[in-house]
């Protein structure tokens, strides 16, 4: 039996349905729901004959030539299905809910498959998730100086059983010229705005909702404007970490990375540094004082922190001094901090 969905109630199923994504490699590799598979109808190569002959020809000579190229696929479609969905029960899309969706429904129902059919397809999931972004959240910011250590925090979070985003996982990027650490790959703009409003679909948006202090771009990828805006406006806690804590937790991070992947991307920052603090740190990467590199980076690290935080309300910062090494106890005390500002705003009403 096939069962029109829309992308509204399809998130909100009580239990997770695979989701088969029947577009073509390339148009699932610029962007997909996120957890879907793809199952495509056609290559990349049959898709642009199919709608040329759509184009030039006829929507009857394109459907023919579509059986044409599908003929003796099914099969393995209905297999790949049976292996992402043994118990036989999944959705399917493709842009617009059309031809595509309608016949891989048609086949996968017809061999006993429950389906449910997304209606209006992936171009209906895009402006779902748009709408994410300008969906008014209870943000609090965790902010800090590099090296302070906030994405640990945060996981440390999660594990107190907060809610939590992190916009950096999402990026696959730490937000700096190093950010990604030599090894981790963006996803596209599209897919980081897929990523970042499905997660945002899936916490409760009448409790807080902890996000670290970025700017507008981490690494290549762009935090959507809206969202980026209730950030700025939201309460910001500023972890006060000293600098040879931040300098000793950064030199670990860093001195596990490969040395030529650190000096090329200290090259790129070099007109920011400066012709001698380049020069200094690429010395002190050679020379495997990481310390020393650590703490002549972080002098434009640190400028630009502190001019990004000067564009914030002040009212809405409120600095916490971080004592403690130990991160989960710096966590607990974030939250402690963060419990008395709120306990202080309704007494205030």
Not at 15 to 20: D, K
Not at 170 to 180: F, K, R
Not at 277 to 292: N, P, V
């Amino acid at each position: 039996m096939t069962h029109p969905i829309s992308v509204e109630d399809f998130v909100r199923l009580p239990e997770p349905v695979p989701l088969a994504d029947v577009r073509t490699p390339a148009e699932f590799l610029q962007g997909h729901v996120p957890g879907a598979f793809n199952l495509p109808l056609f290559s990349n190569e049959e898709r642009v004959k199919v709608g040329t002959t759509y184009k030039q020809g006829s929507r009857e000579e394109a459907i023919l030539l579509g059986f044409d190229l599908t003929g003796n696929k099914w099969s393995g479609f209905i297999r790949t299905a049976l292996e992402m969905a043994p118990q036989k029960k999944i959705a399917v899309h493709c842009w617009r809910g059309g031809m595509r969706s309608g016949a891989m429904a048609w086949a996968l129902n017809l061999y006993g498959f429950e389906v449910y059919l997304i209606t209006g397809g992936y171009k209906n999931y895009r402006r779902w998730a748009l709408k994410q972004f300008e969906t008014p959240y209870e943000l609090c910011v965790l902010g800090g100086m590099t090296g302070s250590g906030k994405t640990k925090i945060l996981q440390h979070f999660k594990a107190l059983g907060e809610q939590i985003i992190d916009l950096e996982e999402l990026a696959q990027h730490q937000g700096s010229s190093y950010g990604t650490l030599g090894k981790l790959i963006q996803p596209t703009q599209e897919q980081f705005e897929n990523d970042l409003a499905f997660a945002l679909s899936q916490l409760n948006k009448n409790r807080k909702i902890w996000v670290e202090d970025e700017s507008l771009t981490i690494g290549k990828r762009f935090i959507p404007n809206p969202f980026w805006h209730q950030m700025r406006q939201s309460a910001l806690i500023e972890m006060k970490v000293a600098l040879m804590q931040r300098t000793g937790n950064l030199a670990k991070e860093y001195g596990r990375l490969d040395k030529v992947f650190l000096i090329e991307c200290t090259q790129r920052i070099g007109k920011r540094l400066g012709p001698e603090q380049t020069r200094d740190a690429i010395a002190a990467i050679k020379e495997d004082r990481m310390e020393d590199f650590i703490k002549l980076v972080l002098i434009y690290y640190d400028k630009t922190y502190k001019v990004g935080l000067s564009k914030r309300n002040k009212e809405n910062v409120f600095p916490l001094e971080i004592e403690d090494a130990d991160v989960l106890a710096q966590a607990k005390s974030i939250l402690n901090f963060a419990g008395s500002l709120a306990g202080d705003a309704q007494s205030a009403q």
